[in-house]
C-alpha cells in the first residue's frame, strides 16, 4: 500500500480528462506534506487510468489527465 493511495482514488473517482490540484490540496486528501518522493510514486497512478503532468514548484501544483484509451 502506498502512502499516496488516498490521492490515487480521489483522482480516479473525479473521472475529469485534466485537472489540476494545489500541494495545499494534496496535503488535505493524503494527510502528509508532498516531497521529493512523490516523483517515485507518481508512476503507481498509471494503473488508476490517470498521469503525472506538470508540476510546478512556483505555483505549488500538480497536473494530473486521463490516459488515452
Keep these: 500500500m502506498s502512502k499516496y ?17 494545489t500541494f495545499d490540496d494534496i496535503h488535505q486528501i493524503v494527510g502528509i506534506e508532498i516531497d521529493h518522493s512523490f516523483l517515485n510514486y507518481k508512476k503507481e497512478l498509471l494503473a488508476f487510468g490517470y498521469q503525472v503532468g506538470k508540476i510546478s514548484l512556483k505555483a505549488q501544483t500538480v497536473e494530473f489527465r486521463k490516459l488515452e484509451s
Excluded at 493511495?5 to 490540484?21: H, T, V
Aim: net charge neutral; aromatic share 18%; hydrophobic share 55%.
Design 5 to 21: 493511495n488516498a490521492l490515487w482514488d480521489y483522482i480516479a473517482a473525479r473521472g475529469e480528462s485534466a485537472f489540476k490540484l
